[in-house]
Every structure is written in C-alpha cells, then in structure tokens.
C-alpha cells in the first residue's frame, strides 16, 4: 500500500498563494492517478483535481481551473498542487489520494492539510 504525506498548508490572504506537496511512499505505482481533494467545515469533500502518474495529464475541477495546477516530480515521488489567486472559499483541509488508472476507488489517502484563506 502507499503511504501519502502532504504538507504545504497555512494561512494565507485572499488573493496569496500556496503550494501543497503529497509525498508518496512503500508501494508507488506509475499506474496511479493521483487526485487532490478538499473538505470545508460543514460540506462535503469535493475533488479539485488530479494528476496521471504516468502521462502527467491532469484534470481540475471548474472551480479551481486557472487558478490551481497540478504537477509532480518523479524521482521525488511528490506530487504538488500549486493554489494562486486563493479565495476565502478555497478554505478547507486538502487531501491527496491515490487510485489505480482505470478504477474509481481511492485506495490511499493522506492525513490532510489545512489552508486557510483570509479576506
């Protein structure tokens, strides 16, 4: 199974910038797709994006299309997600996740970060 590990969160003014890394560890895969999700106080976890190990296409939810960008580093086995023009409703605990190319089913997730965005 892998491990995944982000870090990057904080707090940050509307408008400011931050960058989140998931760091992925034990049973690395370049079959996996690797997917950033968020989850505010009170709602439900939305998907913000993702990245194909292998190909490196990514996909973004409309929300954060042109704001946010996924990428990786292979030989550091992270992934990022590099969030610009944050708004106060980008506020929530980030996550990164791992599933098999090709399922839906996420089989790893991380422990989650917090961004906070103030206005």
């Known amino acids: 199974q892998v491990q995944l590990v982000e870090s990057g969160g904080g707090l940050v003014q509307a408008g400011g910038s931050l960058r989140l890394s998931c760091a992925a560890s034990?049973?690395?895969?370049?079959?996996?797709?690797m997917g950033w999700f968020r989850q505010a106080p009170g709602k439900e976890r939305e998907f913000v994006g993702g990245?194909?190990?292998?190909?490196?296409?990514?996909n973004y939810a409309d929300s954060v299309k042109g704001r946010f960008t996924i990428s990786k580093d292979n030989a550091k086995n992270t992934v990022y997600l590099q969030m610009n023009s944050l708004k106060p409703e980008d506020t929530a605990v980030y996550y990164c996740?791992?599933?098999?190319?090709?399922?839906?089913?996420?089989?790893?997730w991380g422990q989650g970060t917090q961004v906070t965005v103030s206005s």
């Open positions: 034990g049973r690395t895969s370049s079959s996996y797709y």
């Open positions: 990245i194909s190990w292998s190909s490196g296409s990514t």
């Open positions: 996740a791992a599933r098999y190319m090709g399922t839906t089913r996420y089989i790893s």
